[in-house]
């Protein structure tokens, strides 16, 4: 023992101090090896009484001890238990405040997770610890130790980390939540009995008491807890020490910047518990009710937080030094808005107090503090406008609208507060990719604060307010373009003008009234912004923003040069050098195009032209067809190839618009620079060279865009019969080589089809063999749902359906054969997920296809196989098959599964409960309660046998006789009545049981997979 001893050391000391990897590698590799050991035991133990252990050995030590608490308990003979207890608690004493005694602390949790009260002389953990460390308060470490694990066992209720009987779990939850009280008092008497009280005594009772409040509400981590009656009143914390050190230890952010931040924490719990939850109702607006009991609790605690503004406000005007005091108090009144939103709301004289607050938070210079209030602001938003309190519904608009005037005021200053916080600072340039990323996120939630303010301040007094400085802008200084001067002024503040044209596109879902003319002339002034890549983007999400309400505009009789002068922007940030800057325009010409088709159809030659200079963008920089559009435009663009897409796109709307007669030539003139390229790609007589793969997939994405977006199927069809053998030739050249041109090709056969429709069926039966006969070749997923679109598209067509039918034994069947062990699953999720879909798809459309026994037996067994694919798609493509193939009512179908199931019956349950049981996530525990349901409902008493079987082959260390007579119970009742929610809670509980640690969840899954 002595040598495994020092050999733990050696290795805790190579993996801390040792210069080369590998052997640190190795160290951590041993040490794994050594906590599932049931010797760690023993010689954790030892070395953690080891008088000549150093810090790094006894917390490793500590750890490895607290992980076989909690997942190997059951290795512990019944005889061991007290011991190892007294064990935790010398060794609690032993060992001062530091990670060491943390990590014991919750393995003494954890123990008391594992033994019931009964086991701790009938008194509980709690009561047991309490009376064991109460020491007589003159040594301090005792009550310290205390304090301590009172702070953990809190946090360790409902806990999912110990290896317990789930249902010990929640008994163990329950009985801490009926201690609440008693705990409160032990954190009492510990302060009292400490001869001198430390500023750690104090943090150290905050934050116990800080977990015991929150616990005495019913509140927990656990997701399978429902909400616990609360404990203990507001009046009786009202009236408590506790609280009143809390409030007072609110004081100290001078003297105690520590012990101040313990109380802030403890302040919070206690403002939750001053409210009642509302109720699930799957409404995340609805606002939690501030009970009458807990009013007195409410004014003390925001008379005492309000007690803090002038620190506050001292704080914003100093240097930054008092930040972290400000982030504190910030807090807490962020806290107290949001908790108390609807007494806020109720505009009484406290209530505007506490805005006034809030609003200091709001424009606090630092930006993360003053994010802090955007929640609160939001939610008191939804209540003034009546979308966050139902129960406003009963006192009339009236008194929404006099609410609204009443905080007028407060969100015109925070608009003011907020605007000047999207601005570039003047080194932005020098930014790193991170700090970018959080910029962008700030101005995203002051974005959504924006949206919020204007639907209380109205849009057209927001957008004033918001596009102010741009105004000033325009008339202070000469800063526009002209026909005779291109270069902007250099005395330009573009960084203004970006952030208030920023805020002006935050508003965007809460705009004036259509033809307002402050936004009119905004928009239209965009055309003379200067040549700055930013400003363009802003300007181009801008009119993207704000494309609807310009559609509105025209249809009121707006000047069509508004439009005219939009897509002059557009067509800047088009030819802009900055890739962020030309994809913003093409999303902004694909939402106005979509938004005002209508009014857009004078401007088609333009467009059309720019459709064929954007095409040429992309294959210019390919370096492969001639530049078609060298004498339209003198203008280079580059393009990425998904802003070239949204650009066809919006064509597609625009040339929808159209009567079919007119679309034709238009129809025809975006499909010429495309077509004509890919014939010369893929000519009638081959040549030796394979095209440029790239090249082959963006024409073949342009050519799909073209299909999906322009909504004449008459043109489609006609346009893709002419088309069709260019694109079989190009499928069969690429399908036996090239698996991203083949996906690409069959992407766009699929939206020519969904355009179509039955147009095309004449070419159903070309396309099924060349995919048939490709797959042949070639497991490619692509392949397979395009049969599928095949399916979907014409399965009902009586002229094609023997060739669909065909192509689908086919491919199934190949699959099948190609998909031999997990492994092969594994190594091909996308070819599982795809045949899946496709025999579901027939299950709906087609379901002859699947009245074959070869294809529904491979389909079951790639099923068995294959279920415990790593791959969420995958395996819920199984799941969901499974579940419509047993629900079908289709006759053929029917008496084939009666033949084929049968014989799988046993291997299918095994396989469904090893995946609920370990071998799948958790989260697909759902799925596999629907096919087991399913299964019942068709099979009836032949798959309760089934499960008999299966169930009986979980041992039984893993889930015990009864607890698989509870599961078996909960079948037979949903064998009677259908009540699939017992079943599932059933079936969550026994996986919680055998998922309870590595090794129950292991022995569990093979002992079911052997079979």
């Known amino acids: 023992m002595v040598e495994a001893s020092a050999k733990f050391k050696e290795a805790v000391q190579a993996l801390h101090h040792h210069p080369e990897a590998e052997v640190k590698r190795q160290a951590e590799q041993w040490l794994e090896r050594f906590q599932e050991s049931v010797e760690a035991w023993t010689i954790c133990d030892r070395v953690l009484h080891?008088?000549?252990?150093?810090?790094?050995?006894?917390?490793?030590?500590?750890?490895?001890?607290?992980?076989?608490?909690?997942?190997?308990?059951?290795?512990?003979?019944?005889?061991?238990?007290?011991?190892?207890?007294?064990?935790?608690?010398?060794?609690?004493?032993?060992?001062?405040?530091?990670?060491?005694?943390?990590?014991?602390?919750?393995?003494?949790?954890?123990?008391?997770?594992?033994?019931?009260?009964?086991?701790?002389?009938g008194i509980g953990a709690l009561q047991w610890l309490a009376t064991r460390m109460s020491g007589d308060g003159t040594d301090p470490s005792p009550l310290s130790c205390l304090l301590e694990l009172l702070v953990v066992f809190p946090q360790e209720a409902g806990s999912y980390r110990p290896a317990v009987h789930p249902e010990r779990r929640r008994n163990f939850a329950r009985e801490l939540i009926l201690e609440s009280k008693s705990a409160i008092t032990i954190i009492t008497s510990c302060l009292e009995n400490v001869s001198a009280k430390t500023r750690k005594s104090c943090e150290r009772a905050l934050d116990a008491y800080a977990a015991w409040v929150r616990l005495s509400q019913g509140r927990l981590y656990a997701v399978d807890l429902p909400l616990q009656a609360p404990q203990i009143d507001a009046a009786t914390l009202c009236a408590h020490p506790l609280t009143l050190l809390t409030l007072q230890s609110l004081t100290t952010h001078d003297s105690s910047p520590s012990q101040f931040d313990h109380a802030v924490d403890a302040t919070c719990e206690l403002i939750r518990a001053t409210t009642s939850k509302a109720d699930d109702s799957g409404d995340n607006d609805r606002q939690n009710s501030v009970p009458t009991s807990s009013l007195q609790l409410v004014q003390v605690i925001v008379s005492s937080v309000l007690a803090l503004k002038p620190t506050l406000i001292a704080a914003s005007q100093s240097d930054g030094s008092l930040d972290e005091i400000a982030k504190g108090i910030s807090r807490l009144l962020a806290e107290i808005g949001e908790e108390y939103v609807t007494i806020i709301a109720e505009g009484n004289p406290e209530s505007i107090a506490v805005v006034e607050s809030i609003l200091i938070v709001t424009a606090y210079p630092n930006t993360d503090i003053a994010s802090m209030s955007f929640v609160f602001w939001h939610k008191l938003s939804r209540v003034l406008t009546g979308r966050g309190q139902s129960n406003l519904s009963h006192e009339g608009t009236g008194e929404l609208i006099r609410r609204r005037r009443l905080f007028f005021p407060a969100y015109v200053r925070l608009i003011h507060n907020v605007i000047g916080r999207v601005q570039y600072p003047e080194d932005f340039q020098h930014w790193t990719g991170e700090e970018y990323r959080e910029f962008k996120r700030v101005r995203y939630a002051i974005a959504d604060t924006l949206t919020e303010a204007a639907s209380v301040v109205g849009a057209m007094q927001t957008l004033h307010i918001v596009a102010t400085p741009m105004q000033k802008l325009h008339k202070t200084e000469a800063t526009v373009l002209s026909p005779t001067n291109d270069v902007p002024n250099l005395g330009f503040d573009w960084r203004r003008f970006e952030a208030s044209l920023y805020c002006v596109r935050s508003i965007s879902k809460e705009p004036p009234p259509a033809g307002d003319p402050l936004l009119l002339s905004i928009l239209t002034s965009l055309i003379d912004v200067p040549e700055h890549s930013q400003l363009l983007y802003t300007a181009a999400l801008t009119i993207s923003a704000y494309s609807e309400w310009v559609s509105a505009s025209l249809d009121l009789g707006t000047d069509s040069v508004l439009l005219q002068k939009l897509l002059g922007v557009l067509h800047r940030a088009l030819i802009s050098k900055n890739t962020d800057t030309r994809g913003a325009a093409a999303l902004a010409l694909k939402h106005i195009c979509a938004a005002a088709a209508a009014h857009l159809v004078t401007f088609l030659?333009?467009?059309?032209?720019?459709?064929?200079?954007?095409?040429?963008?992309?294959?210019?920089?390919?370096?492969?067809?001639?530049?078609?559009?060298?004498?339209?435009?003198?203008?280079?663009?580059?393009?990425?190839?998904?802003?070239?897409?949204?650009?066809?796109?919006?064509?597609?709307?625009?040339?929808?618009?159209?009567?079919?007669?007119?679309?034709?030539?238009?129809?025809?003139?975006?499909?010429?620079?495309?077509?004509?390229?890919?014939?010369?790609?893929?000519?009638?007589?081959?040549?030796?060279?394979?095209?440029?793969?790239?090249?082959?997939?963006?024409?073949?994405?342009?050519?799909?865009?073209?299909?999906?977006?322009?909504?004449?199927?008459?043109?489609?069809?006609?346009?893709?019969?002419?088309?069709?053998?260019?694109?079989?030739?190009?499928?069969?050249?690429?399908?036996?080589?090239?698996?991203?041109?083949?996906?690409?090709?069959?992407?766009?056969?699929?939206?020519?089809?969904?355009?179509?429709?039955?147009?095309?069926?004449?070419?159903?039966?070309?396309?099924?063999?060349?995919?048939?006969?490709?797959?042949?070749?070639?497991?490619?997923?692509?392949?397979?749902?395009?049969?599928?679109?095949?399916?979907?598209?014409?399965?009902?067509?009586?002229?094609?359906?023997?060739?669909?039918?065909?192509?689908?034994?086919?491919?199934?069947?190949?699959?099948?054969?190609?998909?031999?062990?997990?492994?092969?699953?594994?190594?091909?999720?996308?070819?599982?997920?795809?045949?899946?879909?496709?025999?579901?798809?027939?299950?709906?459309?087609?379901?002859?296809?699947?009245?074959?026994?070869?294809?529904?037996?491979?389909?079951?067994?790639?099923?068995?196989?294959?279920?415990?694919?790593?791959?969420?798609?995958?395996?819920?493509?199984?799941?969901?098959?499974?579940?419509?193939?047993?629900?079908?009512?289709?006759?053929?179908?029917?008496?084939?599964?009666?033949?084929?199931?049968?014989?799988?019956?046993?291997?299918?349950?095994?396989?469904?409960?090893?995946?609920?049981?370990?071998?799948?996530?958790?989260?697909?525990?759902?799925?596999?309660?629907?096919?087991?349901?399913?299964?019942?409902?068709?099979?009836?008493?032949?798959?309760?046998?089934?499960?008999?079987?299966?169930?009986?082959?979980?041992?039984?260390?893993?889930?015990?006789?009864?607890?698989?007579?509870?599961?078996?119970?909960?079948?037979?009742?949903?064998?009677?009545?259908?009540?699939?929610?017992?079943?599932?809670?059933?079936?969550?509980?026994?996986?919680?049981?055998?998922?309870?640690?590595?090794?129950?969840?292991?022995?569990?899954?093979?002992?079911?997979?052997?079979s």
């Not at 608690?89 to 949790?109: C, D, F, I, N, W």
Request: charged share 20%.
């Open 50 to 121: 080891d008088p000549t252990s150093t810090p790094e050995v006894n917390f490793m030590s500590a750890q490895a001890l607290k992980r076989k608490v909690q997942q190997d308990f059951a290795e512990l003979p019944p005889a061991a238990i007290g011991s190892l207890r007294e064990s935790l608690v010398a060794l609690l004493l032993k060992h001062g405040e530091g990670p060491v005694r943390t990590q014991l602390a919750v393995a003494m949790a954890s123990l008391a997770a594992h033994l019931p009260a009964t086991e701790w002389d």
């Open 605 to 1010: 030659d333009p467009l059309v032209q720019l459709h064929v200079l954007a095409l040429n963008s992309v294959t210019v920089s390919q370096g492969t067809t001639p530049n078609l559009s060298s004498s339209m435009s003198s203008d280079h663009l580059e393009m990425h190839a998904d802003d070239v897409i949204q650009i066809i796109e919006g064509l597609g709307h625009v040339t929808t618009a159209l009567p079919v007669e007119q679309a034709d030539p238009v129809f025809s003139a975006l499909l010429a620079p495309i077509s004509v390229p890919l014939s010369a790609l893929f000519p009638e007589e081959p040549v030796g060279a394979k095209p440029d793969g790239n090249v082959v997939v963006k024409y073949f994405d342009c050519l799909a865009a073209v299909m999906r977006y322009v909504s004449h199927p008459e043109l489609v069809a006609t346009s893709f019969h002419e088309l069709w053998p260019m694109v079989s030739r190009a499928l069969i050249s690429c399908g036996n080589t090239d698996v991203q041109c083949t996906e690409h090709i069959c992407r766009c056969i699929k939206y020519a089809i969904r355009t179509s429709g039955y147009r095309l069926a004449d070419i159903v039966i070309s396309a099924a063999a060349i995919y048939t006969s490709l797959f042949a070749h070639r497991r490619q997923s692509s392949l397979l749902f395009a049969v599928n679109e095949l399916v979907r598209s014409f399965g009902n067509d009586l002229s094609c359906s023997q060739a669909i039918c065909l192509s689908v034994e086919e491919v199934i069947l190949r699959t099948a054969t190609s998909l031999q062990a997990l492994s092969d699953f594994d190594e091909a999720p996308d070819v599982v997920d795809d045949a899946f879909l496709l025999v579901k798809t027939c299950l709906k459309y087609c379901p002859k296809a699947l009245a074959n026994p070869r294809i529904v037996s491979s389909a079951l067994d790639m099923l068995i196989m294959g279920l415990h694919i790593q791959h969420r798609e995958a395996c819920c493509s199984m799941l969901d098959f499974m579940r419509e193939l047993l629900y079908t009512r289709n006759e053929d179908l029917v008496d084939i599964i009666g033949q084929v199931l049968p014989p799988r019956g046993v291997a299918l349950v095994c396989s469904l409960l090893a995946g609920a049981l370990g071998a799948l996530p958790s989260s697909r525990l759902g799925d596999i309660t629907d096919v087991v349901a399913a299964l019942l409902s068709r099979t009836g008493v032949q798959s309760i046998e089934w499960l008999r079987e299966a169930t009986s082959l979980i041992p039984d260390q893993a889930a015990s006789p009864r607890d698989k007579d509870v599961f078996f119970q909960a079948v037979s009742r949903f064998a009677d009545s259908g009540d699939v929610r017992t079943l599932g809670k059933s079936l969550d509980d026994l996986s919680e049981l055998c998922r309870r640690s590595k090794k129950h969840r292991n022995a569990v899954t093979e002992s079911l997979l052997r």
